[in-house]
């Protein structure tokens, strides 16, 4: 019984709390009124639309639960809660603090204003601890991108008054993460030496404080996938691959050790080349001539995309706007060689309808749009946009060029878009150089490659050493009345006061151009040159040569100069050639009258696995007076110590033998000959030394005024160097070292053994 009794109270006490339990889940509330504690600065009305209730509506704690979520996913509060009251609801919210202000702590290497950038919050507005942890993180990855990977921003804040905080961003910039080491893993053509001269991440060097591209950079290993990618598909390797790039930290965490893993395979030259057509009127003999490729040559994209680019000029030329070229490519694994077919084929009818460029500030608009031989309206051609894109960033104007089509109003209507991004065009130069006949010589220069945003350059340059002064201020304009004309200013004045000579000059020149392609790598230039030449201060021991030739005249000449350039231009990258025409005549007026004739020739060519460099130059000249007269020393040659090493600026050539200084006169005729070769020493990289060794041979003779003058030396007599030069790359440029020893001379010239050269951009 007792029980019984027992087991029925505990059933109805069961009951009961069962029942208030479901009361408890399904209690609602009508929505009578809204009443807000604890808000400041938010206004009552904001936070009643954040809970999205109306008036008489009958909420459950579900519905308050989510309205007080909605409450704080605003942002604007810390906490919130809501709780009935009164037939109505009472909201209970404390604020978030505002921004007094920000700051940045622990930064030594990198300044504020370079930092603050990147934090978004800012002074007045409300605090979120979500976006000041971005901030921290955008800050952190800027230190990774200049190699401290282990750089740490931790947000603090700092409560004021008036619910304010200051918010400080404590940063820990850890040291500097270098390449410590970069190799290569599966290369056998070419050694890591050269593959890590084309890549653009370097491996830390002796000047490793001051050189920025030897420190580790995550986002220069795809750049340096595809400099790799090119550099050996331009030497036919056409499987090559890029299987894997492998980054190990040291124990300290501030070097690197980068190892790319390449596939190169075989490389492949170029085998049967034919042309076919889907245009029977076409006269395909006509384009085989257009080609510029031969069976044997190494297979190169370039080279390919070259052909194409001709034959489709060619055909656009002939009216055919619409043709295309597809190279169709046949491998033969056998002979290691690709047969390719250029085949004509039709393109679809496509057209131009407008060319929009974005994203330029200062550079106009027509110095981007020249860079392409389409216009609106014309067909649309998928390889002209592309080449036009690399003429656009060939221009060094931007850092960034993103060109890309979409469809236009119609179907057969495409849009050009192209995006740029700006950077710094100017350049202030430093350089110097030292030799043993002059001393030190120091220049100075600035120049700005894109002036005014007209695409024009612009450069004044300042050279002092000893007491010779010369100053130059030139002018381009690359498009001359929207063609592909350049059109040249430039004014010098320079003055000479050599250590050897027994006169002073001071010349004064004033000379416009213009210039034009004539060829695929050749160009031809006129030019006009007006010039004031003074001879003064002659001593009186000086050659009765020169003391007639004291005074000064004017002379107004004109010319041209005609250059082709396989060097830079050429589609092969283990040799080229470079030559260059130039004649002056001078007689339009003034008082000298001459023909002046000068060539040179530079033979340049990698060997070894392209570990070798050699080189050879050839350069000439003559000058020849008219009507009787002569020339002066201000026109005549001196060789240089670039084209003759061992020996004195102006310490070869004719000389007057009877004067007390045994005067050096200089010469109607020179030749030199310049036999070169670069190569590594096998130092460690990092020290950035190579080395090199030459031979010089040249002569300066021949003058026309000798008549009544002690004996003069003007005669053909061979000169003849060897020597060595140290390559080293600093900080403030790359130096060279020369040391040579003069084989063949003359008991008067004036010997130079070493110099050393000096150049830098900043």
Request: hydrophobic fraction near 40%; proline fraction near 4%.
């Amino acid at each position: 019984m007792v029980r019984a009794v027992f087991f029925g109270l505990r059933t109805l006490i069961c009951m009961a709390v069962f029942s208030a339990t479901i009361g408890i889940a399904t209690a609602q509330t009508r929505v009578g009124s809204i009443a807000v504690d604890g808000n400041l600065r938010v206004p009552d009305s904001t936070v009643i639309s954040l809970m999205e209730f109306e008036p008489g509506q009958v909420v459950s704690n579900d519905d308050i639960n989510d309205s007080v979520q909605r409450i704080m996913a605003s942002g604007l509060f810390e906490t919130a809660s809501v709780q009935p009251s009164g037939g109505g609801l009472r909201v209970t919210v404390v604020e978030r603090p505002t921004v007094n202000r920000i700051n940045i702590e622990g930064n030594q290497r990198i300044e504020d204003a370079e930092l603050l950038p990147f934090v978004e919050l800012t002074p007045r507005r409300v605090f979120s601890p979500q976006q000041a942890e971005a901030d921290a993180n955008a800050i952190a990855d800027y230190y990774a991108s200049r190699a401290r990977l282990s750089a740490t921003v931790t947000p603090r804040i700092i409560r004021r008054s008036d619910n304010r905080v200051d918010v400080i961003y404590e940063v820990s910039e850890a040291r500097v993460v270098e390449n410590e080491r970069i190799s290569f893993v599966g290369n056998r053509a070419f050694s890591d030496r050269r593959l890590r001269r084309v890549i653009n991440t370097k491996q830390a060097s002796l000047f490793r404080q001051l050189i920025q591209r030897d420190t580790f950079v995550p986002e220069r290993i795809a750049f340096d996938r595809q400099l790799l990618t090119d550099f050996y598909r331009s030497r036919g390797y056409i499987d090559f691959e890029v299987l894997n790039v492998t980054t190990q930290l040291s124990q300290e965490r501030d070097a690197t050790f980068l190892t790319f893993t390449v596939r190169e395979g075989q490389s492949f030259n170029v085998g049967q080349v034919s042309v076919s057509s889907e245009f029977p009127e076409m006269n395909l003999e006509e384009y085989r001539r257009a080609l510029r490729i031969r069976t044997g040559q190494t297979w190169s994209p370039n080279l390919i995309e070259e052909q194409i680019n001709r034959l489709e000029r060619l055909a656009t030329r002939q009216g055919a706007d619409f043709a295309r070229v597809d190279p169709r490519v046949t491998r033969n694994d056998r002979e290691l060689t690709l047969d390719v077919e250029f085949a004509i084929v039709r393109g679809p009818r496509v057209f131009v309808e407008r060319i929009d460029i974005e994203g330029n500030q200062t550079t106009l608009d027509r110095v981007v749009r020249r860079q392409f031989d389409t216009v609106e309206g014309d067909p649309f051609n998928p390889r002209e946009i592309r080449n036009a894109a690399e003429r656009i960033r060939a221009l060094g104007f931007f850092a960034n060029v993103d060109v890309d089509t979409r469809e236009g109003s119609a179907a057969d209507q495409v849009v050009v878009d192209v995006e740029v991004e700006e950077q710094p065009t100017g350049n202030l130069s430093f350089g110097g150089s030292f030799s043993d006949d002059t001393g030190f010589a120091l220049a100075i220069g600035f120049s700005e490659r894109n002036f005014l945003g007209r695409g024009q350059s612009l450069s004044f340059d300042i050279q002092s050493g000893g007491e010779n002064r010369r100053g130059i201020i030139s002018f381009r304009e690359p498009a001359f009345l929207g063609r592909d004309v350049t059109f040249g200013l430039d004014l010098s004045y320079e003055t000479t006061s050599f250590n050897d000579a027994t006169y002073e000059t001071e010349v004064l020149r004033f000379s416009p151009s213009i210039g034009f392609p004539v060829g695929e790598f050749s160009r031809l230039t006129l030019f006009y040159e007006i010039a004031s030449e003074d001879i003064l201060n002659v001593s009186a021991d000086a050659s009765p040569i020169i003391a007639a030739e004291a005074g000064r005249q004017t002379k107004s000449a004109i010319g041209y100069s005609y250059t082709l350039d396989r060097i830079r231009g050429g589609l092969n990258p283990n040799r080229g050639v470079r030559l260059t025409f130039r004649q002056e005549l001078a007689g339009l007026g003034g008082d000298t009258e001459y023909l002046r004739t000068q060539a040179s020739a530079t033979f340049q060519r990698d060997i070894l696995s392209e570990e070798v460099t050699l080189r050879a130059i050839v350069e000439g000249g003559t000058i020849q007076s008219f009507s009787g007269g002569t020339t002066r020393v201000t026109d005549r040659y001196f060789l240089s110590s670039r084209q003759l090493r061992g020996f004195s600026a102006r310490g070869v050539g004719p000389r007057d033998t009877g004067a007390v200084d045994s005067d050096v006169l200089g010469g109607n005729t020179f030749m030199s000959i310049r036999l070169e070769a670069d190569f590594p020493l096998g130092l460690p990289e990092e020290y950035g030394i190579s080395g090199g060794v030459f031979f010089d041979a040249a002569s300066l003779w021949d003058l026309d005024n000798t008549a009544g003058v002690n004996p003069v030396d003007d005669g053909f007599e061979l000169r003849t160097a060897v020597g060595v030069s140290l390559f080293w790359t600093t900080p403030i440029g790359p130096l060279r070292l020369n040391f040579s020893k003069p084989l063949e001379k003359n008991p008067l010239d004036d010997e130079n053994t070493f110099d050393i050269t000096i150049s830098t951009r900043f």
